[in-house]
């Protein structure tokens, strides 16, 4: 798939830096499993997104990216999924702020890629 061509040399060159990167196949693209899929809807390619965040990076602060169509999957993907910051005062360490935080979202950022 062509988009795998575009992450070839930016997935090393970052990994070398000491960042997790994984390259996920959108949703009905790629490489992807299509047997037993039931939509292939903008949502649906959404939410395959963030089940592959939550099993994976357990729903931890991520900055996502993507090229072309999935470029504007992930831009709503992290719209849905956008970390806020509790507005209560940030030295309190007390635990229901963190659960808040946690509440709000996890996305902290986007990388848009034009290949």
Do not use: H, M
Not at 28 to 34: E, I, K, M, R, V
Not at 105 to 113: A, K, P
């Amino acid at each position: 798939d062509s988009s795998a061509l575009e992450y070839r040399r930016l997935g090393p060159q970052l990994a070398a830096l000491g960042i997790d990167v994984y390259c996920v196949d959108l949703l009905g693209w790629g490489y992807t499993q299509l047997e037993e899929v039931k939509s292939f809807s903008a949502q649906a390619k959404v939410e395959a997104l963030k089940g592959f965040w939550q099993t994976v990076g357990g729903n931890g602060e991520v900055v996502v990216g993507g090229a072309s169509l999935g470029g504007a999957a992930v831009i709503e993907f992290a719209a849905q999924n956008l970390y806020r910051p509790s507005s209560e005062d940030e030295s309190d360490s007390s635990e229901s702020t963190t659960n808040e935080e946690e509440e709000e979202g996890f996305v902290r950022g986007t990388v848009l890629i034009d290949a």
